[in-house]
């Protein structure tokens, strides 16, 4: 966001790391039972996705083996307005459970991860050797980034984490520049990674809550 005078984007990086960090933390709060049931009514209503679908094969093949014996009209039309209704519903249905299993995971996630501001404090720029791009001179350097983070919630903490950036866009690194962070709840000095995945409307999210911390 340039309106916040954010540092540059470094180059898309492999997350699967934190990601992987962030399923054991999941899994191991699914163990200590701290994650969030879903009701028995939407948990039987997800059931129905399955039954439902069933039932109305069933319902169709019975009306279509009535009509080939008596090829009466109504009975495929009494089919076509069944697969209509149920395809309806299903799909209503399906929105519904997707929006409900999205709400859960962001409440767990909630305990997970979170996210704040980190400000440079330390910087220092170094070009990639061919190990690491995989290229003798791809015009790209990583750069090491000495934090200061403002998290939405909690005390502040500092961190060290590690981008790589294209040459032009490093040059607008320096101290000072600020951007958004993630990191794990559990383990913020550790775990302190620049997030890339945020829109520009969940960016100024992440600066507000920073600011009344």
């Known amino acids: 966001m340039d309106s916040l005078g954010t540092w540059p984007r470094p180059v898309p990086a492999d997350d699967r790391d934190f990601d992987v960090q962030v399923m054991k933390r999941l899994r191991t709060a699914r163990v200590d039972g701290a994650t969030d049931r879903a009701p028995l009514g939407e948990r039987l209503s997800t059931s129905m ?3 439902v679908p069933l039932v109305t094969a069933l319902a169709v ?3 279509w083996q009535q009509w080939s014996r008596s090829g009466s009209a109504w009975l495929l039309a009494l089919a076509a307005v069944i697969l209509v209704a149920t395809a309806l519903w299903w799909t209503a249905r399906l929105r519904r459970a997707f929006t409900a299993a999205q709400g859960r995971l962001g409440s767990r996630l909630a305990h997970v991860v979170d ?7 330390d910087l220092t720029l170094e070009p990639l050797t061919e190990a690491d791009s995989g290229a003798q001179d791809d015009g790209r350097v990583r750069a090491r980034l000495g934090l200061s ?3 939405v919630r909690g005390p502040r903490f500092r961190a060290v984490v590690e981008a ?3 040459a032009d866009a490093a040059l607008l690194l320096e101290i000072g520049s600020h951007g958004p962070v ?3 709840r559990d383990d913020p000095e550790g775990s302190t990674v620049i997030d890339n995945r945020l829109t520009e409307a969940q960016v100024e999210q992440v600066y507000r809550g920073a600011a009344l911390n």
């Open 49 to 51: 996705l399955l039954v």
């Open 61 to 63: 093949v019975l009306l």
């Open 115 to 121: 996210h704040g501001v980190g400000v440079v404090r």
């Open 149 to 151: 983070v403002t998290p």
């Open 164 to 166: 790589v950036y294209d």
């Open 182 to 184: 993630r990191f794990l």
